[in-house]
Every structure is written in C-alpha cells, then in structure tokens.
C-alpha cells in the first residue's frame, strides 16, 4: 500500500481509471481540509501571510506526532465524509430509510468519540447529532435554519458512490443533510456537491459540471444557485481570490459551495493551486479546500495529487483503501 501511494503523484496522466478518480476525491478532500486547518480561524488573508509568508500557507503546517507517524491533521470535515462514505458502502443495495439510520448510528457516534479526537465540530453538526441520539428521525434531526457549511463539507461521497446515477446522487445527498441541516442553503448547496463530483468524476467537462451543479442548486435554493452563478462567472473573468473569497466566507453552506465551484473553474486541472487558494482565506478555509479537493481530484485523480501531500496527509493509506472500496 505505501509503495503504492509512493507512486501516486509520479505517474503520468493516463486514461481515467475508476480507483484512481475515487482516490483523487477522497485525499484531494482529506488533503485540502489538513492544508485549512491551520488557517479556518485566521480571520484575515493579512494574518495569515503575517504568521506563514508572503504567499501564505504554502505547504502542510500543521503536523501532529501519535503512534510512531508523522502526518498533517484533517479536521471534522473529513471525520464526518468518512463517516459518509463507510454508511454508503455498508449499507450499499440497501433502502434510503436504511441507509440514513445507519449513517445517524454513525454520526452519533462521530459525535461522541470521534476518530483521532474532536477537531472543531461544528455547532449544527452536533446539535442534530443529539437529537438523533435522543430519538428524532433522521429527516428532522437537523436544526430547520441550520445552513451552515457542515453537510456540503461532507457530501463528495455521494458523487462517487451513484456516479452513474446522478438523480440518486442528488437526492440522497439532500436527505443527508437532513440529519445536521435542514436550511435550503444547506440541501442546495449539498445536492451541488454530489452532482459536480458524479460528473466530474464520469469525465464530464467542467463547463457542464457547473451548469448542472448551478440547476441542482436551484431546485432548493434559488439565491445559492445565484451566488454559485456569479462566483463562476468571476472565476471566468479572472477576478481574484482577494476579491471573490473575501465576500464568500463559506461559514454558511451557499457561500461555501460557491466559493467551491469557484475554484473548480480557476484551476479545474490543478489541485495544487486550487487547494492553496481555499486555504489561504479569511473564511472556513478547511472546508473551502475540502470542497476544491474533491471537485479537482475528481478531475486529476490522485495522480494528480501532489505526491509529498498525498503522503504526509493524516491517515492516508486507510483512505485510500476506503476510497478502493467504491
Ligand atoms: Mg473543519
């Protein structure tokens, strides 16, 4: 396994094999959450610069020492994706109704112990995981207005899991969302996410992926899908990150998948650059980059991963394996 992820990023792009994409999501997700922890509570671009340089955070920061590794943390946005995508793949065959319970057993659970300790869960997260615990179903346990980024973050699995079935994709990445947040923002924002990560992981163009992730918006949240539209739009003008992600904060949900699809369309073939840029931001720089990761790996692969991240990034050879069972 660790020959393998050795040769991840010295392998020249070839056709798109199926592991590879599902790799590329899963760590250039995992990789730009650790990138953004360091950064998701610098309040400005300023203070960032000030405490890593010129260019900002360049390179993982933040490493952590346990058990004889050496590796750079991810935060509870890939804690969570993780538990996302073990329900999908335990429950896979299985009923919607089915596989949502199992996913609350897990999130409960995430709540209460989660893997590699607490890592800044968010407040709606674990608002919804306690009424889960204490009985509600799962459709209701989310807070009505919560719309915060916590369910976007952690939608990607649903993209590649019904990669053929984009429909399916949608809809049960909205029903996710229910489980933390039930804000429109939350749902549209969740329902872009699955749908950009099926295209792109089917080889789509990234024109198209965005257009349909702008229409899946829309049909639960007509102002996300706006913010998306015009976010695309300056990405394609070349307005910068200073300006762009300095309005999209992305601590609510429209914000962070517009902040997402922004970077997608700056740099759709260069995950380096687009997860620099999600981290580097004043805003909920872990899940901006987590959400750039995703959609951009979906694209490279993880041979398209820089190889010291893919490396270095926490838990990588379980991911991997994770991502080998889609
Ligand atoms: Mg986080």
Request: proline residues 5%; aromatic residues 6%; glycine residues 10%.
């Amino acid at each position: 396994m660790a020959q393998q992820l050795e040769m991840l990023g010295t392998r020249p792009p070839a056709a798109r094999p199926w592991p590879d994409v599902c790799a590329g999501v899963v760590l250039g997700a995992a990789i730009g959450d650790a990138m953004g922890h360091p950064t998701e509570f610098l309040e400005s671009v300023a203070a960032i610069r000030a405490k890593y340089g010129g260019q900002g955070v360049t390179k993982f920061e933040l490493y952590w020492e346990r058990d004889g590794k050496h590796f750079a943390p991810y935060t509870d946005d890939t804690q969570m994706a993780e538990a996302v995508l073990r329900a999908l793949l335990e429950a896979r065959g299985e009923s919607l109704d089915t596989t949502m319970r199992l996913m609350a057993k897990k999130f409960v659970a995430w709540a209460n112990e989660p893997q590699g300790g607490h890592r800044a869960p968010g407040n709606a997260c674990l608002a919804g995981c306690r009424a889960l615990e204490a009985g509600a179903p799962w459709d209701q346990a989310g807070g009505a207005t919560a719309g915060g980024c916590g369910s976007v973050m952690r939608a990607y699995p649903f993209g590649l899991v019904f990669a053929r079935d984009v429909k399916k994709a949608e809809e049960w990445a909205v029903a996710h969302s229910r489980l933390t947040h039930r804000d429109p923002i939350a749902l549209a924002a969740s329902a872009a996410m699955a749908v950009g990560v099926a295209l792109l992981a089917r080889g789509e163009p990234v024109a198209q992926a965005s257009s349909e992730m702008v229409a899946a918006a829309c049909r639960y949240s007509a102002s996300t899908a706006a913010m998306m539209a015009t976010a695309i739009d300056e990405a394609r003008r070349g307005v910068e990150p200073e300006v762009t992600l300095e309005r999209l904060r992305a601590w609510a949900a429209h914000e962070a998948i517009a902040a997402g699809v922004y970077l997608l369309e700056r740099h759709p073939d260069d995950a380096r650059a687009a997860i620099l840029e999600g981290a580097n931001t004043s805003g909920d720089s872990d899940s901006i980059a987590t959400l750039a990761g995703a959609l951009v790996g979906a694209r490279v692969g993880a041979r398209g991963l820089p190889a010291d991240w893919v490396r270095d990034v926490e838990r990588s050879e379980e991911l991997f394996a994770l991502a080998m069972e889609i």
